[in-house]
């Protein structure tokens, strides 16, 4: 194929991507609007802690005498993602360290729920760069549902089996 084609098709690729992404965060936001109904519900004339200090898990409903009004959680995503930068450099912090403790911190998160911070620990464990966990590696791609994810895994796994650089091709 010519390579506009197939930029095209990766450009258009994408943007369908993109689009999906889009609409499945309006329908999760528009989810969420519509829970405020089953929320706790704190008694009026109650004081009610600085808005920071609710936890993003449990949002307040405040009841008047005259309508239940839904007090949205403070964390949202822009939190989420400072969150999420915030621990993917903390990984990469420990992986500058030579310790077993550093190694087993990183390998920890590659369970994390979240997918960012997963993909952020499989690039520490290869920053670390420790030969020894490419078997490791290849178990957990091995167990991994998703694809695309077995496949960054599998990449990983293979940089870090690579000779060491200088090191003549055929001796080890």
Same mark, same amino acid.
């Given at each position: 194929m010519r390579p506009k084609v197939?930029?095209?098709?990766?450009?258009l690729a994408f943007g369908a991507l993109g689009v999906v992404?889009?609409?499945?965060?309006?329908?999760?936001?528009?989810?969420?609007?519509?829970?405020a109904g089953n929320l706790?519900?704190?008694?009026?004339?109650? =004081?009610?802690?600085? *808005?920071?200090?609710? /936890?993003?898990?449990?949002p307040l409903a405040v009841a008047s005498d005259k309508a239940t009004v839904a007090i949205p959680p403070v964390i949202q995503e822009t939190?989420?993602?400072?969150?999420?930068?915030?621990?993917?450099a903390e990984l990469m912090e420990l992986a500058m360290n030579d310790d077993?403790?550093?190694?087993? =911190?990183?390998?920890? *998160?590659?369970?994390? /729920?979240?997918?960012e911070i997963r993909q952020g620990a499989l690039e520490a464990v290869v920053q670390f760069g420790d030969r020894s966990v490419v078997p490791r590696l290849r178990e957990l791609a091995?167990?991994?549902?998703?694809?695309?994810?077995?496949?960054?895994?599998?990449?990983?796994?293979?940089?870090?089996?690579?000779p060491p650089l200088g090191e003549p091709h055929g001796t080890q």
């Open positions: 197939v930029a095209t098709i990766l450009l992404v889009l609409i499945s965060r309006v329908f999760h936001h528009e989810e969420g609007r519509e829970a706790p519900v704190a008694q009026a004339g109650t =004081t009610l802690p600085p *808005e920071n200090d609710f /936890p993003a898990s449990a939190n989420h993602a400072d969150y999420v930068s915030e621990r993917i077993s403790d550093s190694l087993n =911190t990183i390998w920890a *998160e590659l369970s994390n /729920p979240d997918k091995a167990q991994t549902e998703d694809p695309a994810e077995a496949a960054s895994i599998l990449a990983a796994a293979d940089h870090l089996d690579l």
